[in-house]
Nanobody, 125 residues
Framework: QVQLVESGGGLVQAGDSLRLSCAAS????????MGWFRQAPGKERVFVAT????????DYADSVKGRFTISRDNLKRTVYLEMNSLKPEDTAVYYC??????????????????WGQGTQVTVSS
């Protein structure tokens, strides 16, 4: 059983930056690929970024490429999402999720077994 807790969300203005963190407990963190997803009001949860279990391979949604960076620190059991040049359309609840290493890094929601409770990011124009 893996428990994931996101933090770092907040209210910012367009063009600002935020760094989200996701702390994991339980399981062997270095054996999991990790992903970030987001869900805007009235919309489905969609892929944002993913990283493999050792932090070597990453992938991003086209909408965030060049602005967001995913990274991880296996010693701290934490995955990060650095978000720069934020836009109002980035407003959403952001979730981190874990997947067994053999499935990741993955853009598919169904590949992830454990999810955090989410952190709200609001970008004003």
């Amino acid at each position: 059983q893996v428990q994931l807790v996101e933090s770092g969300g907040g209210l910012v203005q367009a063009g600002d930056s935020l760094r989200l963190s996701c702390a994991a407990s339980g399981g062997t963190f270095s054996s999991y690929a990790m992903g970030w997803f987001r869900q805007a009001p009235g919309k489905e949860r969609v892929f944002v970024a993913t990283i493999d279990n050792i932090g070597f391979n990453t992938d991003y949604a086209d909408s965030v490429k060049g602005r967001f960076t995913i990274s991880r620190d296996n010693l701290k059991r934490t995955v990060y999402l650095e978000m720069n040049s934020l836009k109002p359309e980035d407003t959403a609840v952001y979730y981190c999720a874990s997947a067994p290493a053999y499935r990741g890094p993955s853009v598919r929601r169904n590949d992830y077994d454990y999810w955090g409770q989410g952190t709200q990011v609001t970008v004003s124009s």
